[in-house]
C-alpha cells in the first residue's frame, strides 16, 4: 500500500461529495436524532455499512467492473420496494400525527408523563429495530451501492498501487461525515419539537422517497 496524503484527501473528499445530498439514509439519521432514540447506533451503523461499500468497492467490484445486469435489477427492485414502504408511513405519519397532538396536549397541561411523551413523536424503536433500519436504509439504497462501492470503486483505480489509501480516505469520508450530521440531528433534536416541523419533515421524507422510486423505476427502462 502506498500511503500518500493528496491521494487519502481525494478519497475522503469524493466520498463525501457522494454522500453529503439529503437521501433516504440521511434523512433516516436525522429523524433518529429529532426522534432521540438510537442515535448514534445509527451513526456507526451506517457509516461501517459504507466502509463495507467502499471496501468492496475498492476491492472487488471496480477490477469486476461494476455490477452485474441481474444483480443490479435485482438491488434496484428491492430498494424500490423498501423506499416505497417507508415513503407510505412517512406519509401517514403526516396525515394522521394524532399521536403527537395528544402527547402535546399532556405536555401543555403540565403532565411528566405526557411531557416526556412529546418529545417522542413515534413509538419507541428497540436496538435491534435501529439496527435492521439502519442497514436497510444502507444496503437497500442502490444510490449506496452505485455510488459508493461502484463509483469509489472505480475511481481509484487511477490511483493503481494507491488504490487503498484513495480507499481509506473514502472511508474517513464516510465516518466524518455520520459523525458530523449525527451532532447536528442531536442539537436540532433539543430544539426542533414541533408538530408543524415533523409533519414538514414526514411530508419531506415522503416525497423524497417516492421521488427516488420514480427515478429509479425510469432508470431501468
Not at 5 to 26: D, H, R, Y
Not at 37 to 64: E, M, P, R
Not at 116 to 137: E, G, K, N, V, Y
Request: proline share 3%.
Amino acid at each position: 500500500m502506498v500511503l500518500s496524503l493528496p491521494t487519502f484527501t481525494a478519497g475522503l473528499v469524493l466520498s463525501i461529495s457522494l454522500i453529503m445530498a439529503i437521501g433516504p439514509q440521511n434523512a433516516h439519521v436525522l429523524r433518529m436524532g429529532l426522534q432521540r432514540q438510537h442515535l448514534w447506533l445509527t451513526v456507526a451503523v451506517c457509516a461501517v455499512a459504507d466502509i463495507a461499500l467502499i471496501g468492496l468497492g475498492v476491492l472487488s467490484l471496480a477490477q469486476l467492473g461494476g455490477l452485474s445486469d441481474k444483480l443490479h435489477g435485482a438491488l434496484v427492485g428491492a430498494g424500490m420496494l423498501f423506499l416505497t414502504v417507508y415513503g407510505w408511513q412517512a406519509f401517514q405519519r403526516f396525515l394522521h400525527p394524532t399521536a403527537m397532538v395528544l402527547n402535546k396536549a399532556h405536555a401543555a397541561s403540565g403532565d411528566e408523563a405526557g411531557a416526556a411523551m412529546a418529545r417522542a413523536p413515534s413509538a419507541p424503536i428497540t436496538r435491534r429495530q435501529a439496527l435492521l433500519s439502519a442497514l436497510a436504509f444502507s444496503w437497500l439504497n442502490p444510490h449506496a451501492w452505485l455510488d459508493t462501492a461502484v463509483l469509489i470503486g472505480t475511481a481509484s483505480l487511477a490511483y493503481g498501487q494507491g488504490s487503498t489509501t484513495f480507499g481509506l480516505g473514502a472511508a474517513a469520508g464516510s465516518v466524518l461525515w455520520f459523525l458530523s450530521l449525527g451532532i447536528a440531528a442531536f442539537w436540532l433534536g433539543r430544539r426542533l419539537n414541533s408538530l408543524h416541523v415533523w409533519r414538514a419533515l414526514d411530508a419531506g421524507v415522503a416525497l423524497m422517497m417516492w421521488g427516488t422510486v420514480v427515478w429509479l423505476a425510469f432508470s431501468l427502462v
